[in-house]
Nanobody
Framework: QLQLVESGGGLVQPGGSLRLSCAAS????????IGWFRQAPGKEREGISC????????EYGDSVKGRFTISRDNAKNMVWLQMDSLKPEDTAVYYC???????????????????WGQGTQVTVSS
């Protein structure tokens, strides 16, 4: 059974950077498409990025495109989300999620993902 644990969240000033980590255990993460999602208070969960099994294709939501970078290392069972040029509107709980499939493309539709971490809080404020 796949388990996901996020870390790396915290308080950062606008314009700053954070790197979120998603550690997978139980099975090899190579068999899973991985997505990052976030949910701010009072808002719906938003898909912000995803990465296929091989790491060769990624997708980003319009709100983070050009600022966030997703990556993975299957040998280490790890996925990361590098977040740069952070804005107050990036404040949310961030989740990584996994979809058991081998895909050449990925989706940011949360309904496709069956495994979720517990989330890590990111707060962007001066």
């Amino acid at each position: 059974q796949l388990q996901l644990v996020e870390s790396g969240g915290g308080l950062v000033q606008p314009g700053g950077s954070l790197r979120l980590s998603c550690a997978a255990s139980g099975v090899t993460v190579a068999d899973y498409v991985i997505g990052w999602f976030r949910q701010a208070p009072g808002k719906e969960r938003e898909g912000i990025s995803c990465i296929v099994n091989s790491g060769k294709r990624t997708e980003y939501g319009d709100s983070v495109k050009g600022r966030f970078t997703i990556s993975r290392d299957n040998a280490k069972n790890m996925v990361w989300l590098q977040m740069d040029s952070l804005k107050p509107e990036d404040t949310a709980v961030y989740y990584c999620a996994a979809h058991h499939a081998w895909e050449v493309s990925c989706t940011m539709d949360s309904r496709a993902y069956g495994y979720w971490g517990q989330g890590t809080q990111v707060t962007v404020s001066s």
